[in-house]
């Protein structure tokens, strides 16, 4: 295990019914805050109407700005940014999934730069500031909700790029209520399911030894998932299921499971690539991505796949055959992820070879660069993976 600080400062309401609640959460950091959201779904729903009353029952001024679609664009955060300087607001609500609350995000800090946003995304600047924001979380699957990471797209040239590990983008707090994801289409909860696996997994395939502390801690969050998946997809309803996935996909990227390990990231780093050109679901692109990541990368580390097959997939050990039993575990993994209508090939979504190499070049920079902490993948790695992913 290696040396590590953790901290986490976003305050957890998680149940039934704690929206409305959200303006007395809200009151705490000014009297104008800006509402945040995507398309018509809140609004249908009901939750607009909630978040709106109690918004104004706490003497809030509501500013609204709507629009956000998946893989957030810079330009409504741009947009977002100007709002929030004429408008003077105080406060961010962010009401809907990851791409909604990585934008709010976005415009916090972006208010208080002279420079352009865009800055904290190519490494060119790091926030040191930012306004207050709050979540209301309706899709378990990107863990922003309380995280100190945002992910956005810059339509010129269709980058889409993270800016991570920044305490002041922590959310001061965020609503958690397994009611809010009822009305998610099956697609939307496998995206969903697909990313908050990804994060495990992005921690869990390390070459840090001694961690069997948080081995264990993602491996019960990990098969947590997975027994309450198929709940889900069978009765969008069930209470109980989502929020057993809800909390396990705010601690699968809360930073508390990596604390005293390296982390990867390459996959998705690849799988950024393949949503910010063809602006695929992430979920779905981690789907079609990890498998082939996976059967790339095994042979660096055999005994921890052999793990993550045992001990995840409950497959049974051949311990004369390390690799077929952990060829066993990442089919296992395929079957799950079919199970829920996700794609396993970029066949299978009408994604051809064409651009292989430049999205190998775009995610590693140049061709000397290499990305991933499990395995150091150069251009021409990851152009393999794709291959694999075809």
Not at 61 to 76: T, Y
Not at 282 to 307: C, N, S
Not at 333 to 347: A, D
Request: include cysteine; proline fraction near 4%; hydrophobic fraction near 40%.
């Amino acid at each position: 295990m290696i040396n590590f600080s953790f901290f986490n400062g976003t305050e957890l309401f998680f149940g039934k019914g704690q929206e409305n609640n959200v303006g007395e959460y809200c009151a705490k950091y000014g009297k104008k805050v800006l509402l945040h959201y995507g398309g018509g779904s809140i609004k249908s729903s009901g939750l607009y109407g909630r978040i709106v009353k109690s918004l104004s029952e706490s003497g809030l001024e509501i500013v609204e700005l709507p629009g956000v679609k998946p893989n957030p664009r810079l330009s409504l955060v741009r947009e977002g940014i100007e709002i929030c300087r004429n408008e003077k607001i105080d406060f961010i609500l962010a009401v809907g999934g990851g791409s909604t609350i990585d934008s709010a995000k976005a415009i916090a800090f972006g208010v208080l730069y002279d420079g352009d946003v865009w800055d904290f995304y190519t490494g060119k600047a790091s926030p040191e500031r930012s306004l207050p924001v709050g979540t209301v979380l309706t899709i378990p699957a990107a863990g922003s909700e309380s995280s100190p990471s945002t992910v956005l797209t810059n339509e010129d040239g269709w980058l889409k790029r993270s800016c991570d590990g920044h305490y002041c983008i922590f959310p001061k707090f965020s609503v958690l209520n397994p009611e809010l994801a009822f009305t998610l289409p099956k697609n939307q909860a496998a995206n969903g399911i697909s990313d908050i696996m990804a994060h495990l997994f992005e921690r869990y395939f390390t070459r840090t030894e001694n961690v069997e502390l948080t081995d264990r801690m993602m491996e019960a969050v990990m098969k947590t998932i997975i027994n309450n998946a198929g709940a889900v997809m069978k009765n969008p309803e069930d209470y109980d299921a989502w929020a057993e996935i809800m909390l396990g996909g705010t601690y699968a990227h809360n930073n508390s499971l990596n604390a005293g390990r390296a982390s990867d990231w390459a996959s998705h780093m690849i799988e950024h690539e393949l949503s910010g050109i063809y602006d695929i679901p992430h979920g779905e692109g981690l789907a079609i991505v990890f498998p082939a990541w996976m059967k790339y990368t095994m042979k660096t580390d055999i005994d921890r796949f052999v793990q993550f097959a045992v001990r995840v997939w409950n497959v049974e050990n051949d311990y004369f055959d390390k690799e077929k039993t952990a060829l066993a575990g990442i089919a296992a993994y395929e079957r799950f992820l079919k199970s829920m209508g996700l794609p396993l090939s970029l066949s299978e979504i009408n994604i051809g070879n064409d651009r292989f190499e430049e999205m190998a070049l775009k995610a590693t920079g140049d061709d000397s660069f290499a990305v991933g902490g499990f395995q150091k993948l150069k251009a021409n790695d990851i152009e393999r993976i794709l291959d694999l992913a075809e």
